[in-house]
């Protein structure tokens, strides 16, 4: 089952994992040594990662690391970036009028 991409990062412990992952590629034993939860806590975590296509498992021995996939991040980048060019596009209307105010009061 493919889950969309915005439900994995709506849990604060999934979006602590892809800030961990996003520096280096970590293990499951090693992801888990930074949250106060259950190793099965954080497979389920990755688990749910994975479904949304955010982690690249590397198999390595008999260990696998997960690192973060970049582009897969670029789909929340692009939704997050309307509200991004709205949002600076009123605070530079903030700054003219409280420009304009203190302009008028000396």
Same mark, same amino acid.
């Given at each position: ?5 915005? &439900? ?31 190793? &099965? ?44 060019? &709205? ?14 105010? &203190?302009?008028?009061?000396?």
């Amino acid at each position: 089952m493919r889950r969309d991409i915005f &439900q994995a990062i709506a849990d604060p412990t999934r979006r602590a994992i892809l800030v961990l992952i996003a520096v280096q590629a970590m293990t499951p034993n090693a992801i888990a040594e930074h949250f106060d939860v259950t190793r &099965q806590a954080i497979s389920k975590h990755l688990r749910i990662l994975s479904e949304c296509d955010l982690l690249l498992p590397r198999p390595q021995g008999r260990e696998i690391y997960y690192a973060l996939k970049i582009d897969r991040m670029q789909e929340v980048d692009r939704w997050l970036a309307q509200f991004r060019t &709205q949002m600076e596009q009123r605070f530079q209307q903030l700054d003219e009028v409280l420009h304009t105010l &203190q302009q008028t009061s000396k």
